[in-house]
């Protein structure tokens, strides 16, 4: 199939936020290949994310996160979902905005929390799995998020596919603004 759009396409957003889920839904429509960058990091280390952060700690986690992010930002006709603190550090923006539209995912606080409540698997929620905490953490991230993003979606009560649709349509629109079609 001919490509449907001649770059790669980033999902960031806060933990929760559905970039996986939409990012492996979004590759099989765009037939382009998917990675998730905390499932790379996973994969290479044998163990959970929640692991690498209690035996190694963040920073080391970070670290892993700028050589995973470089190397995807590498690829072409891929879809890479990104870990929630991708944002932090400015490097891998740069590195990511290289031949790729980044698609910020929101939600409001309430839904993540909804969403998150009885997960056990995001380490920097494990001892503070509660509404005010993600709303501290969101404000805090919030610029961030808005000046990395090409493309802002809102993903509350929104099915999927929903989601997707309005991804192709926002991508499209920019194709023909930008002259790629
Ligand atoms: C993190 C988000 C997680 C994971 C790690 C740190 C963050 O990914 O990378 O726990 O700093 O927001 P998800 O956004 O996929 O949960």
Known sequence: MEKLFPYNIVLIGFMGSGKS???NYLSKQLEMEFFDVDTVIQ???G????SIFENYGEPFF???E???VKELSERENTIISCGGGVVLDNNNISNLKTGAIIILLKADAETIYYRLKG???RPLLKDNMNLEYIKSLMKKRKKLYDQAADIIIHTDNKEIDEICKEIILMLSSLDET???S
């Open 47 to 50: 163990i959970p994310v929640r």
């Open 178 to 180: 930008r002259g790629y």
């Open 43 to 45: 994969g290479r280390m």
């Open 66 to 68: 700028n050589a995973v």
């Open 62 to 64: 970070r670290k892993m």
């Open 119 to 121: 997960d056990k698997t």
């Open 21 to 23: 889920t939409i990012g």
